[in-house]
Nanobody
Framework: VQLVESGGGLVQPGGSLRLSCAAS????????MSWYRQAPGKEREFVAT????????HYADSVKGRFTISRDNAKNTLYLQMNSLKPEDTAVYYC??????WGQGTQVTVSS
């Protein structure tokens, strides 16, 4: 199993970023995938999850209405569109193959 996140960076408050997670080594279209994040000095927390076909999604209250999780099973890629970013969204973002495989993370910093 390999999960490689990309798309992080520095963005101003109110801005947008799209994270990607390229998956390999397993049948991507058959598994639930999730995004988590970990801010400095805090525990890793759930952000969003998506079912195998993309038809079912669930979000943490803190990102609901601002973030959108999606997937392209033909490309074995998971996405997280992040809009209206806030400084408190600053964290390392990880993709996860449920239940137990993680990527290396990508840093998102929201600051003016």
């Amino acid at each position: 199993v390999q999960l490689v996140e990309s798309g992080g960076g520095l963005v101003q408050p109110g801005g947008s970023l799209r994270l990607s997670c390229a998956a390999s080594g397993f049948r991507f279209s058959s598994v639930i995938m999730s995004w988590y994040r970990q801010a400095p000095g805090k525990e890793r927390e759930f952000v969003a999850t998506i079912g195998p076909t993309g038809g079912v999604t669930h979000y943490a209250d803190s990102v609901k209405g601002r973030f959108t999780i999606s997937r392209d099973n033909a490309k074995n890629t998971l996405y997280l569109q992040m809009n209206s970013l806030k400084p408190e969204d600053t964290a390392v973002y990880y993709c996860k193959k449920v239940p137990d495989s993680w990527g290396q993370g990508t840093q998102v910093t929201v600051s003016s």
